[in-house]
């Protein structure tokens, strides 16, 4: 059967859970394909605010199975928590929870490295979460990480891996003059959560392929955004892991003749957190303006985003990249009440106007944007009509954005709500 793929189209926020949960009651199976506790995905409901780190977003109906792919980079300790947090707001999580044996474990001395690794970049941090998440796929594609399929060996084998992978960390930290981890102590963590994981731990490519055979329905959610992306995002001040299509696929193990539907979502305006170029970011009020208007603080670290308006040069890039078939344009509320709007056609680069995106941070970094300003309008915070509704200046943006884009927006969010949400049945 048919997967949809979500991807994020810009730095990450893009509110990618928000879609997920909306689109869910027509999907039978929802996979997280990469990344780990550096996600951040809140969905609001009537019964209130659920916030997501490892396990998918699309949990909240009852006749979803939820799955951690093999793309990610599970923390065992973290997950235990979010499940925790999930069961006490009353979602039923028994048997609906699944987590590939080739899904890479982060552990304590992950997140002790990226720290260290972030501070030694001294000049030049790239705003790491802190969460281990570069060490542990440093630690996978050096084949040298743990799998979470280890918690199925017999305890003496756990131990013995997790403490020689805790040894090697040693040598490291003493490298940055760093106080060692205690190998026993981690190891015997790890063996006492062995009985835990155990009933969570399948092989899921096969088990997911078998449920494609049977004809249930996927729907593959991505963490970050396809500017953040290890290969083709604002290197080196990126993710670790593959955000975009191709991530998709090779960290869920379906493959690309399941794909039906690829859908971007996309803010009506920009934001970034951490470090690294970004071309239209607001200094101003405006951007101070945006960023509380749109609550532009991350859900896993609460930092505040950095903000500015919307980038098409960007956008056509990441929508390209991905292939994408429809664009979700949320929080279109948030940039209600401007007297104008400004949406960036091109950069100015080096005395040239370009409607490329470099790829080189560097360049990035030296563009200047050239923008188009549209008339503002005022939204009603309880608005619930139709697209065609909508105030006309609001639907001359949306379509600027589509046009520049060239990808049909059949999403509009503009509320945090599952209801404040508009399907373009004609676009």
């Not at 909306?22 to 039978?28: E, I, S, T, V």
Request: with cysteine; proline share 5%.
């Amino acid at each position: 059967m048919p997967a949809t793929i979500i991807v994020g189209g810009q730095w990450g926020d893009e509110g990618k859970a928000k879609v997920v949960d909306y689109l869910m009651p027509k999907h039978d199976v929802v996979v997280r394909f990469q990344g780990g506790a550096n996600a951040g995905h809140t969905v609001v409901t009537d019964e209130g605010k659920y916030a997501f780190h490892q396990i998918p977003s699309g949990l909240l109906y009852p006749h979803v199975q939820a799955v951690l792919g093999n793309g990610m980079v599970v923390d065992p300790v973290a997950f235990l928590v979010e499940l925790e947090e999930l069961m006490s707001h009353g979602v039923n999580v028994e048997g609906r929870i699944l987590i590939s044996s080739s899904a890479h474990i982060v552990m304590q001395p992950h997140k002790v490295l990226d720290n260290l690794y972030e501070v030694d970049r001294n000049k030049e941090p790239i705003g790491s979460t802190g969460k281990g998440i570069g060490p542990a796929y440093c630690n996978k594609h050096s084949r040298k990480g743990l799998r979470m399929g280890v918690f199925r060996l017999p305890r003496e084998e756990i131990f013995e891996l997790v403490r020689s992978r805790v040894e090697d960390c040693n040598r490291l930290l003493e490298a940055y003059n760093a106080p060692p981890l205690s190998a026993e102590q981690i190891a015997t963590d790890f063996v006492n959560m062995k009985d835990i994981f155990a009933p969570f731990v399948v092989d899921t490519q096969p088990m997911l392929q078998e449920m494609r055979l049977e004809g249930r329905r996927f729907m593959l959610e991505g963490a970050q955004g396809a500017l953040l992306d290890i290969d083709h995002g604002t290197y080196p001040y990126v993710t670790s892991s593959s955000c975009t299509i191709g991530g998709a696929l090779t960290g869920s193990g379906l493959n690309i003749k399941d794909v039906e539907r690829v859908i971007g979502i996309f803010k009506a305006y920009t934001t970034r957190v951490g470090n690294g170029p970004f071309p239209t970011e607001l200094k101003d009020d405006i951007g101070e303006d945006l960023r509380e208007k749109g609550r532009e603080y991350g859900t896993t670290t609460g930092r505040p985003r950095r903000c500015g308006w919307f980038d098409v040069v960007a956008a056509r890039y990441s929508a390209r990249l991905n292939g994408l078939d429809d664009i979700a344009l949320t929080k279109l509320d948030v940039i209600s009440g401007f007297d104008t709007v400004k949406i960036c056609t091109h950069y100015e680069l080096d005395g040239k106007r370009v409607d490329r995106f470099p790829l080189e941070a560097s360049m990035l970094e030296a563009c200047t944007p050239i923008y188009e300003e549209l008339s503002g309008w005022e939204l009603d915070p309880a608005y619930s009509g139709s697209y065609e509704e909508l105030p006309k200046k609001a639907r001359t943006y949306v379509e600027y954005i589509e046009n520049e884009v060239g990808v049909k927006v059949g999403f509009i969010s503009h509320g945090p709500e599952r209801k404040s949400t508009i399907v373009r049945e004609k676009a």
